[in-house]
């Protein structure tokens, strides 16, 4: 059996989330009767995952970006992820999207692979055929690169919100979101930012590039235009690596 190492706590939230969704699409595989049962005389008649979380400091992770100090935030992750190696995790995955802003250096100092929740989602916008998708996440994530650096080689096309909307989104996930607290009037202007957009920019379908945002915006789709869990789509990616 595989052990998955989580890099988690960014946020702790989202990070539970992980874990629930693992242990939950895994049961469903091994269900379908790709693993063989065991224990089945103590009741357990499917396995279990094997995880290993390290959860680190967000409050960190979020200064080092917001000063601009991309060494200190890559080597402490890239420390992290050595961590969860040494803890005997064969591959690891980041519980965030932020995070993939230094993705790629993080993949050349690493042990072991990196699971990227950008090219799974990528992967998933694409087999629903879509060409044109609004981005939402934290400030760092809608302006950077590293989506469209992506998504871009697919043919997808990423539209981000106006700059009064992306600072109430960034706002919003620093101070409510990644504190556990999700209010019906924020999910509100969410959800009229993605009405704008649906008219304005004619967007086909919405990423939630932040794993928080999926707590707040339980619904599948809002007025036909279908919501992106991008944790929901990295969970699957991480339990089929689990698998192979």
């Not at 469903?28 to 396995?47: F, I, Q, Y």
């Amino acid at each position: 059996m595989k052990t998955v190492g989580i890099i988690g706590g960014i946020g702790p939230e989202s990070t539970v989330e992980y874990y629930r969704q693992i242990i939950d699409a895994y049961r469903a595989r091994a269900s379908e009767g790709s693993v063989s049962p065991v224990n089945a005389a103590d009741g357990l008649a499917t396995p279990y995952p094997s995880i290993i979380i390290n959860s680190v400091d967000v409050s960190r992770l979020v200064h080092w970006l917001g000063a601009g100090e991309l060494t200190v935030f890559t080597d402490y992750l890239a420390n992290e992820i050595e961590r969860l190696a040494a803890a005997g995790a064969d591959f690891a995955a980041l519980a965030a999207n932020t995070p993939h802003l230094v993705f790629d250096e993080l993949q050349k100092r690493s042990p072991i692979p990196l699971i990227s929740i950008i090219e799974a989602t990528c992967d998933e916008a694409g087999s629903m055929g879509f060409k044109r998708v609004a981005l939402f996440g934290t400030r760092f994530t809608m302006q950077a690169t590293f989506y469209p650096d992506v998504f871009t080689k697919a043919g997808i096309a990423l539209v981000v919100p106006t700059a009064e909307d992306q600072r109430f989104i960034h706002e919003k996930y620093l101070g409510e979101l990644l504190n556990n607290i999700f209010l019906p009037e924020t999910r509100e202007r969410l959800l009229d930012i993605v009405d704008r957009m649906k008219t304005n920019e004619d967007i086909e379908a919405v990423i939630l590039g932040g794993t928080e945002l999926p707590l707040l915006l339980t619904q599948p789709d809002h007025h036909g235009i279908p919501f992106l869990d991008t944790t929901r789509i990295h969970v699957r990616r991480i339990v089929a690596e689990l698998y192979s």
